[in-house]
């Protein structure tokens, strides 16, 4: 049986601009979009900052946001200097990375 004190799950970061989501080796899981208000891409790096291994990019417009439920992005892929996420000069996005 699961013990119910131990935690569970992966941790939700919240990113709304350009943001150092994790330090260190890790697993990006998913990347949720909860709204957009301006098309733009999203560029995810291994790295502490907007350079260096890039993971993925994400190009968000008007379409993407349509629905009015979140969309996830799912990735499981590993990180080994850290997690980044990089907003071009349109992008104006919530979003959430949930990351082991």
């Given at each position: 049986m699961t013990n119910p004190n131990l935690a569970f799950g992966s941790t939700p970061v919240?990113?709304?601009e350009d943001?150092?989501?994790k330090a260190g080796k890790g697993i990006l899981r998913n990347v949720i979009l909860n709204g957009l208000t301006t098309a733009g891409d999203l560029t995810i790096y291994d790295s502490l900052?907007?350079?260096g291994t890039v993971i993925a990019v994400l190009h968000l417009?008007?379409?993407t946001?349509?629905?009015v439920q979140p969309i996830?992005?799912?990735y499981n892929t590993?990180?080994?200097t850290g997690c980044y996420a990089g907003f071009d000069g349109n992008l104006v996005a919530d979003l959430t990375f949930m990351i082991d």
């Open positions: 919240h990113v709304t943001t150092q989501v900052t907007e350079a417009d008007v379409t946001s349509i629905s996830n992005f799912p590993k990180f080994a």
